[in-house]
């Protein structure tokens, strides 16, 4: 039977998590990190072995764990980035066509992004760089790139230029950019949590600014609870929570970078066909998902602003496992059934 949707009165953005009591006497062990261009923060609140329901705080493993994630996601960042010189990614947009030996991490991540792009029909292309790289959301004083020059770059966003022979990559069309900008957060999201888990931790939370995994629930059994911040309230108003154990939740929105011109909002989420700001019926999408994929749901949020509130609404009902509410420009939003919001 067809699920059905029910409209909400309130708007669904950027998580926020809501610091309420674990059960425990022990204060959680949080880190904040600038990294992946955001604030980001990992919070542990037990450790013990991963499903069991015992779980204690021990300070010095919930450190070293946080530790290692952080190293972990520096590492990936590394290997993924398209600005750092020394990257798999950067090395196979400078290649000019030849091949590229990468890391397992950047092949697996790219086989994902090409999946997408397929599933998508190209709406979301991990060949996008060479448009991305024409835009500037942080300047002080924006203005639109040359219309020639998205043109031309348009030309080369195709993902079945994309090559992967196991660990070797390349570019078929040696003028195609690739940018992994789409998906990565969540992969690295992913790869955080398995760490956490690798190294004695039960309860924990990873906040990627917008990409949340949750390991575990909270050390005394009930659920994480993770607020939905209002759009464009500065972080100031939460409209609805979620109560979630050992699941995913990521929000994308055109609201996350985007500069004022004449009037007109310009935001981050581009048309690969165009190279300007896709024009969307959708604000925010935020998707929920078992653990293990936030990389799967941070793919689909992209893929659902680009593909508006009809097209988005079909395909994650096609999809087992996920769901998702969807806030239009109206400031109404439409849910899956399965997408329980208190």
């Not at 024409?134 to 348009?154: G, H, M």
Request: charged share 25%; proline share 3%.
């Amino acid at each position: 039977m067809k699920k059905r949707f029910a409209i909400l009165s309130f708007i669904l953005v950027t998580m926020i998590i809501t610091q309420t009591a674990c059960g425990r006497d022990a204060e959680p062990v949080s880190v904040d990190k600038e990294c992946l261009d955001t604030q980001c923060n990992v919070t542990v609140y037990g450790t013990g072995e991963y499903g069991s329901p015992d779980s204690e705080l021990d300070e010095e493993i919930a450190t070293k764990a946080i530790d290692e994630a952080f190293k972990l996601c520096t590492e990936l960042e590394n290997k993924i980035s398209k600005t750092i010189p020394a990257s798999d990614i950067y090395k196979i947009n400078h290649a000019n066509g030849e091949w590229v030996e990468v890391c397992d991490n950047t092949a697996e991540l790219l086989k994902k992004g090409m999946e997408y792009s397929e599933l998508s029909d190209g709406d979301f292309d991990i060949t996008v760089g060479g448009l991305t790289a024409l835009w500037d959301f942080q300047s002080i004083e924006p203005s639109l790139p040359d219309e020639a020059e998205l043109s031309a770059a348009a030309q080369h966003v195709d993902y079945k230029c994309v090559e992967l022979d196991g660990n070797r990559v390349r570019l078929s069309d040696p003028a195609a950019q690739l940018d992994l900008g789409g998906i990565a957060k969540g992969y690295i999201g992913d790869c955080m949590a398995n760490s956490l888990i690798e190294n004695g931790v039960n309860s924990a939370i990873v906040n990627l600014g917008g990409n949340i995994v949750c390991v575990g629930g909270k050390p005394d059994g009930t659920d994480f609870n993770i607020g939905i911040e209002t759009p464009y309230s500065d972080r100031s108003e939460v409209s609805g929570v979620l109560a979630v154990s050992d699941k995913t939740v990521v929000t994308s929105g055109v609201y996350e970078r985007y500069f004022e011109l004449d009037g007109k909002k310009y935001h981050h989420i581009l048309d690969p066909q165009t190279g300007y700001p896709v024009e969307t019926d959708v604000v925010a999408v935020t998707l929920e998902a078992d653990l293990g994929h936030s990389m799967d749901i941070d793919a689909l949020g992209t893929i659902c602003l680009i593909k508006g509130i009809d097209e988005g609404v079909k395909l994650i009902e096609s999809l087992d496992g996920i769901e998702a509410a969807f806030t239009k420009t109206d400031g109404k939003v439409v849910t899956t059934s399965g997408m329980k919001l208190e």
